[in-house]
């Protein structure tokens, strides 16, 4: 079917008209596969996994070109998706204070927005987090709902958020240590390469709405991304998640912490790499599924 062909069997179906020819097949397909389903009286895709989504985007600080920068959580968005009603909720954000490099550069306040005076005004990273888990308590999220929290990629979990509780020396939150990478559960869903935000609403025939790296318009971008997919029949599941070593009982009881010997990166990205073209992975996504699991690697060496 055409383009036009597949946009006016959809409308004829009352269903969404927009988004790339790739998208309105799955769409179309979709449809028909829950209406079979549905008659064989088996549960159709679409019912979703969880009650709610927490979609995430933090802003950190940052210099220009500074790859090894310690980067300091100063924007903590959250917005709230019900899976069922498949719409924004409720909406958490506040801004955080900076400890470690107080003074924001040039080259972060250019990109975020976040100017001097608003973290200067704001409380630090702990007191802003215990605020966002009052908030997620308000909503019974993990209590009586069932959740996930939304990212786009996996460094909002296993780079800002690890060093931050790093460097606030409070312990990683549970309920960050699984979640929804967007980019990865889009590109398995619509059988399309690995998209960047703007890229994946260009694709469903949507525009970014807000400002660019605003940590709560990314938010709210990332959730309308993660709606659309819910429409279109995908059951958003945790998909990446973060290991986080903890001394075992016995060293515990010893007192004794586990030290472990120094391991040249090159040699170990280079063992990395061998170990996963050994697995041969049949996978029209292994490029991208393999550079995740050496940046994964990279920052659990690092």
Request: proline share 4%; aromatic share 8%; with cysteine.
């Amino acid at each position: 079917m055409t383009s036009k062909e597949l946009r006016d069997k959809l409308a004829e179906l009352k269903l969404d008209i927009r988004g790339s020819k790739d998208i309105l097949q799955k769409r179309l397909k979709m449809h028909y596969k829950q209406r079979k389903l549905m008659k064989a009286k088996v549960r159709p895709p679409g019912n979703t996994t969880y009650d709610y989504l927490i979609v995430i985007d933090f802003e950190a600080t940052c210099q220009e070109n500074n790859l090894n920068y310690n980067h300091e959580i100063i924007e903590f968005p959250a917005v709230l998706v019900d899976c069922h009603s498949r719409e924004i909720v409720d909406e958490f954000h506040e801004y955080c204070k900076p400890v470690l490099n107080p003074k924001l550069t040039d080259f972060c306040s250019t990109l975020t927005g976040i100017t001097q005076d608003v973290v200067d005004s704001a409380e630090e990273f702990p007191a802003v987090l215990a605020r966002m888990e009052t908030w997620m308590m308000k909503h019974y999220l993990g209590v009586d709902h069932t959740f996930a929290v939304v990212t786009d990629g996996p460094w909002d979990m296993s780079r800002f958020l690890q060093m931050q509780c790093n460097f606030s020396k409070i312990p990683f939150p549970c309920w960050g240590k699984k979640w929804i990478n967007i980019r990865k559960a889009y590109s398995t869903y619509y059988s399309c390469k690995r998209m960047n935000l703007e890229e994946m609403l260009i694709n469903l025939g949507l525009k970014f709405e807000g400002t660019q790296h605003c940590g709560l318009h990314d938010s709210r971008n990332i959730a309308r991304i993660a709606i659309q997919l819910l429409k279109d029949g995908c059951d958003l599941v945790k998909n990446e998640f973060l290991h986080v070593n903890q001394p075992s009982q016995g060293s515990r009881a010893q007192g004794n912490s586990i030290k472990k010997s120094p391991q040249d990166p090159l040699k170990s990205q280079e063992e990395m790499v061998k170990k996963l073209e050994e697995m041969k992975l049949e996978s029209k996504h292994f490029v991208d599924e393999n550079q995740d699991l050496l940046e994964y690697h990279r920052l659990q060496s690092s």
